[in-house]
């Protein structure tokens, strides 16, 4: 049974940092494309960054490039989202996302994912 569980958020002050983590169980990391998407009250679900399956090539929003990693453990059962220099504009609930992938390509639209956590929330506030 595919699951994972996103952990981590809180409320940070801005130019803060968080550390997210989304734990998987049921498929490995190997053969799965994950996502990290965001979404803010009365807006859309946006993906911000995403490893790929197989050699886990890493690409990133526009709004979080060089702020935001996205990585995962040797272990290849846990992916994390490592936040820093947070915004107000970075609150949201953070969702963590896979699929299965065997080519390591990237996925970019929600829609185009299989399994979803639950979603941790993240408040950048002072």
């Known amino acids: 049974q595919v699951q994972l569980v996103e952990s981590g958020g809180g409320l940070v002050p801005p130019g803060g940092s968080l550390r997210l983590s989304c734990a998987v169980s049921g498929f490995t990391l190997d053969f799965h494309a994950i996502g990290w998407f965001r979404q803010a009250p009365g807006k859309e679900r946006e993906g911000v960054a995403y490893v790929s399956s197989r050699d886990g090539k890493t690409f990133y929003a526009d709004s979080v490039k060089g702020r935001f990693t996205i990585s995962r453990d040797n272990g290849r059962v846990t992916v994390y989202l490592q936040m820093d220099s947070l915004k107000p504009e970075d609150t949201g609930v953070y969702y963590c996302?896979?699929?299965?992938?065997?080519?390591?390509?990237?996925?970019?639209?929600?829609?185009?994912?299989?399994?979803w956590g639950q979603g941790t929330q993240v408040t950048v506030s002072s």
């Open positions: 996302a896979s699929r299965t992938d065997y080519t390591g390509a990237y996925y970019f639209e929600s829609h185009e994912y299989d399994y």
